[in-house]
C-alpha cells in the first residue's frame, strides 16, 4: 500500500509564491506518472500539472508560465513551486501517483489559499 503525504499549502498574498511537495511511504514500486489537481468550493477537481517518469510535463493553461513541476523518480517525490498565486488558485490541492497495474495513489490534499 502506497502513502502520499502533501506539505508546503497555506496561506499567501496575491503575486506570492508556495512550493508543495508529496512523498510517498509504503510499498513502493516504480511510479509512471505523478500530478497535482486542485478542487475549488463548488467545483470538479481538475489537472493542473503532470510529469512522466521520463520527464514529460504538461500543464493546466491557467497556470502555465506561473507554475512548475518537478520530480525525484528514485524518492517517488513530486513537487510543485507557485509563483504569481491569485485569488482564483485558491482551492484544495491533491498529489497523485499512477503506478500502472499496481494501482493510483492520492495524497489527502493540502489547503492553498491566496487573499489579501
Known amino acids: 500500500q502506497v502513502r502520499l503525504v502533501e506539505s508546503g499549502g497555506g496561506l499567501v498574498q496575491p503575486g506570492g509564491s508556495l512550493r508543495l511537495s508529496c512523498a510517498a511511504s509504503g510499498s513502493i514500486f516504480k511510479v509512471n506518472v505523478m500530478g497535482w489537481y486542485r478542487q475549488a468550493p463548488g467545483k470538479q477537481r481538475e489537472l493542473v500539472a503532470i510529469i512522466t517518469s521520463g520527464g514529460s510535463t504538461n500543464y493546466a493553461d491557467s497556470v502555465k508560465g506561473r507554475f512548475t513541476i518537478s520530480s525525484d523518480n528514485a524518492k517517488n517525490t513530486v513537487s510543485l513551486q507557485m509563483n504569481s498565486l491569485k485569488p482564483e488558485d485558491t482551492a484544495v490541492y491533491y498529489c497523485?501517483?499512477?503506478?500502472?497495474?499496481?494501482?493510483?495513489?492520492w495524497g489527502q490534499g493540502t489547503q492553498v489559499t491566496v487573499s489579501s
Open positions: 497523485k501517483q499512477e503506478y500502472g497495474f499496481q494501482g493510483d495513489y
